[in-house]
């Protein structure tokens, strides 16, 4: 393993300048368990990324369709049940994780300068989290979802004056339909996880520039 | 071993192992259920004394379940041609190989159609004009003790 990475290495170069952050010892005294909430968020989320990965080559986000391909990955497709749970679960738990995360971070006192762009970054992180908790619930297209979804959305129809435009803008319409799956589905599959997987590099390279800040 | 060395490879062996659990998993998960190859499974269709002398014959079947010997979970009904060229004699399935409709032989053309989009074919199978790409299928039939099996892909 380590031959063949030295081997494209001749080439690549990227171990070399990168030598500093890989062996750097950026762990502080006084560090505890509650500092892995954040590890946790994030282990939470590559689950995401892979069981999704897996759930998409099965699921049709169509009107049609959608329901009855959550069936059958449930029913025929080896291991689909599970995946799914891990899915659902995942889902769950980084919603958990990194709300105790941020507990950790507001009491360690670790939003204050100069970290306070990385508590701006997480709590971006944390909304997309709702987002796509949001729009994962609506894809299972059955009548939870839907009237989960039809509630969720005419919220949005609240807002002083330009209210009904939003709730038109989010559904893609005026009632919730196959639009408003895709549209939804797009935004769980590309958009959203696109935008978390920057905000997340940036939000571990500033911990490489800053370190780890304790202070209990 | 030094303790150092030890967890390394222990971490090493961690990883290696959670590695190849995804990877089976993975390939597990994606690897399509329900493939079943299709083969020829014979049916009693009819007398030997049935089988044209000369030309086409429409036979209707019906097979039913609980007579097939397990060969059926569900009655299975349908229309197969036998042909009899003079030389030889085939089962011809009425399945236009077009979309699926089932084409009907029509007496006074000597020709099968398809009444869905005008698939014409001679009484070989042969496409004679219309959108089909491939002739009828043929079916395998044997005669044995007067009686006559066709196979069909179940």
Redesign the interface.
């Known amino acids: 393993m380590g031959k063949v990475f030295d081997w494209i290495d001749n080439v690549f170069h990227v171990k070399k300048p990168h030598r500093r952050f890989l062996k750097r010892a950026i762990l502080p005294d006084g560090l505890n368990y509650f500092y892995c909430l954040g590890g946790a968020a994030f282990t939470s989320y590559l689950l995401l990324l892979?069981t999704g990965l897996?759930l998409s080559?099965y699921y049709v986000p169509s009107e049609h369709e959608a329901f009855s391909s959550i069936v059958k990955i449930q029913r025929?497709?080896?291991?689909?049940w599970?995946?799914r749970s891990v899915h659902k679960w995942s889902a769950t738990f980084i919603i958990v994780f990194i709300l105790s995360h941020t507990l950790r971070v507001f009491i360690s006192k670790a939003y204050s300068k100069p970290k306070e762009l990385n508590w701006v970054i997480g709590a971006l992180t944390l909304l997309f989290a709702f987002a796509s908790g949001f729009t994962g619930y609506l894809l299972p297209w059955d009548q939870k979802a839907y009237w989960a979804t039809e509630v969720g959305t005419s919220m949005g129809g609240t807002v002083p004056l330009i209210g009904k435009h939003i709730v038109y803008l989010i559904r893609g319409g005026v009632d919730l339909n196959g639009a408003t799956l895709i549209r939804f589905y797009s935004m769980h599959v590309l958009w959203f996880p696109l935008c978390m997987s920057l905000l997340l590099w940036a939000h571990f390279h500033m911990i490489k520039r800053q370190g780890i800040k304790v202070n209990l | 071993m030094v303790r150092r060395e030890f967890i390394k490879k222990l971490i090493k062996g961690f990883f290696i192992l959670t590695t190849s659990v995804v990877a089976i998993i993975t390939t597990w998960f994606l690897y399509p259920t329900g493939i079943r190859l299709k083969k020829y499974t014979f049916f009693d269709l009819m007398d030997e004394e049935a089988l044209p002398i000369k030309g086409v014959r429409r036979v209707d079947y019906l097979f039913k379940a609980d007579q097939s010997g397990a060969k059926l979970s569900r009655d299975m009904a349908g229309v197969v041609y036998i042909v009899n060229n003079t030389k030889k004699i085939f089962a011809l399935s009425p399945v236009c190989t077009h979309l699926g409709c089932l084409v009907t032989y029509n007496r006074h053309k000597n020709e099968f159609i398809c009444p869905c989009h005008g698939g014409r074919y001679d009484t070989e199978g042969v496409v004679l004009g219309g959108p089909p790409p491939e002739p009828l299928t043929r079916l395998p039939l044997t005669v044995e003790n007067g009686r006559v099996f066709v196979g069909f892909k179940i």
Request: glycine residues 10%; hydrophobic residues 70%; negative net charge.
């Open positions: 892979v897996l080559m025929e497709v080896h291991l689909g599970f995946i």
